[in-house]
């Protein structure tokens, strides 16, 4: 069994993470590229003055030549976030637009809700969305970001990369491998041929495709969900997908500063994974159900001394494996990863997972902030 749980992982590693790790790198920003379309830059809001502050000056700062657009949605704040929108709308008219959200319908997805009406409100055609906690890498964000419709022959949605910032302490540690090891999955998923989500702090499609999902209507009553879900339904009506995966593309966020508020995030980013489709939780169960059956396992032997010595060596080769293979991930994508570390963090990591499973099976209820 625990050979097994092995040999999948180095499967997975060797056919989705080692690949996408060693890919050809993408053009740079300073490199003549199809950017002539405007865009809409779309950022929903609730009580986020403090990170609007850090946000929208660097988004009014980036470094496009076609024209674009910030569409802010104040969904239902408290603070003053209207006010400092309105100042903005009058010193950039042609850059600003606020939206505001004064109710959510009952039994509607508050954000997905919100973010409905900032779409009907964007006047261009390609939408790139962030959230208010978030900033870009770089001025170039939005230059790469747009890059990415070009591929596939014309893509439809684009998949970015968002990161956590560092900070000292284990939790701060535990986020960023996550959030890693979730990219890797995913973007190297759909640099394969198979999409099946992204993340809202770093994502792009056209109205067109998210009218060809008919929004979120297949999902708007449920709280989590407006960025994997709408990836399923845009893949499911044959939306062509790309990834954009270059450091000055990402964007950062400042990572929960708590346990207990990771862990309410984490219950609500993995919600959404019941309604993926078939093949896609199949994919990413059979690689999360071998790593933690292969903990599971190693725990078992233990029990037993004759089994100490293979165990060990079983152990020394996945660990050196995995680890370089994560190693080489994170390079990639200049998200670190402490090789010392990484054996406790994996173990963590999947126990976590398993920890989560088990809450949402007992306990579905979510909350919105």
């Known amino acids: 069994m625990l050979l097994a749980c092995v040999l999948v992982q180095l499967v997975y590693a060797a056919y989705f993470f080692w690949p996408f790790a060693r890919r050809p790198v993408e053009a740079a920003s300073n490199e003549l590229g199809p950017d002539s379309e405007p865009v809409s830059i779309v950022v929903c809001a609730r009580n986020e003055l403090d990170n609007l502050r850090n946000l929208l000056p660097l988004l009014l700062k980036q470094d496009y030549p076609a024209p674009f657009e910030i569409v802010l949605i104040d969904d239902r704040s408290h603070d003053d976030t209207y006010l400092y929108a309105q100042q903005l709308a009058q010193y950039y008219p042609e850059k600003f637009r606020l939206v505001t959200v004064d109710r959510t319908p009952d039994g509607f997805a508050p954000k997905k809700y919100a973010l409905t009406l900032g779409i009907k409100a964007a ?57 890693l090891l979730t990219a890797a999955q995913y973007l190297s998923f759909a640099w394969r041929g198979w999409p099946y989500m992204g993340v809202g ?150 126990f976590q997972y398993l920890a989560l499973g088990i809450s949402l099976f007992l306990n579905r209820t979510l909350r919105w902030k």
């Not at 964000?141 to 022959?153: D, E, I, P, S, Y």
């Not at 508020?261 to 896609?280: C, E, I, T, V």
């Not at 071998?290 to 190693?298: G, K």
């Open 201 to 350: 702090r770093n994502l792009a499609y056209t109205r067109a495709c998210f009218n060809a999902t008919k929004g979120f209507a297949s999902h708007i009553r449920q709280l989590s969900g407006d960025d994997d879900l709408l990836v399923q339904d845009a893949v499911h009506q044959h939306q062509r997908v790309a990834v954009v995966a270059e450091p000055s593309a990402h964007t950062f966020s400042e990572p929960a500063a708590t346990w207990p508020a990771w862990w309410r995030q984490k219950r609500r980013h993995l919600s959404a994974g019941r309604a993926y489709r078939l093949g896609d939780r199949l994919r990413i169960g059979t690689f999360v159900f071998a790593n933690m059956l292969f903990y599971l396992a190693t725990v078992l032997l233990l029990i037993s001394p004759n089994n100490w010595v293979p165990l060990a060596v079983v152990w020394v080769l996945r660990t050196l494996f995995v680890s370089a293979v994560y190693a080489r991930v994170g390079r990639r994508l200049h998200q670190p990863v402490s090789v010392g570390l990484l054996p406790v963090l994996d173990a963590v990591y999947f």
């Open 123 to 179: 006047r261009f055609p390609r939408l790139l969305f962030t959230d208010a906690d978030c900033i870009p890498a770089t001025n170039q964000w939005l230059r790469l970001m747009q890059r990415g419709f070009a591929q596939k022959n014309g893509a439809d949605l684009v998949l970015g990369f968002s990161a956590y910032t560092e900070a000292p302490g284990f939790l701060n540690q535990l986020i960023r491998y996550e959030t």
